[in-house]
């Protein structure tokens, strides 16, 4: 998915995701990136990609079982991201 993405900034991605979440990452958008398994419930990914909206949006999709570890400006957003959503749900 990420390989139709255009943009002119890329970046290397570091997430890692756990429980069911990292399951399906592993299975279904592991192609060109670099996975590393720890444990059965925690899984490393690293990629480069065009940083473009959809990015955001995808790691969003995964909720609580994502943490963003590079680049600081994606940690950045889904952090902005989550106050909003807490700000709404209150």
Do not use: I
């Not at 995701?17 to 592991?30: C, D, K, P, T």
């Not at 609580?64 to 749900?89: F, G």
């Amino acid at each position: 998915r990420f390989q139709h993405l255009a943009g002119n900034q890329r970046v290397l991605v570091r997430l890692r995701f756990s429980g069911q979440s990292a399951r399906l990452v592993e299975e279904y958008h592991g192609a060109n990136a670099r996975l590393e398994r720890r444990g059965e419930q925690e899984l490393l990914y690293e990629r480069t990609v065009a940083m473009t909206p959809e990015v955001l949006m995808w790691v969003l999709g995964f909720g609580s079982e994502v943490e963003v570890l590079a680049p600081d400006s994606l940690r950045e957003q889904v952090k902005e991201e989550a106050v909003r959503l807490s700000a709404l749900y209150r």
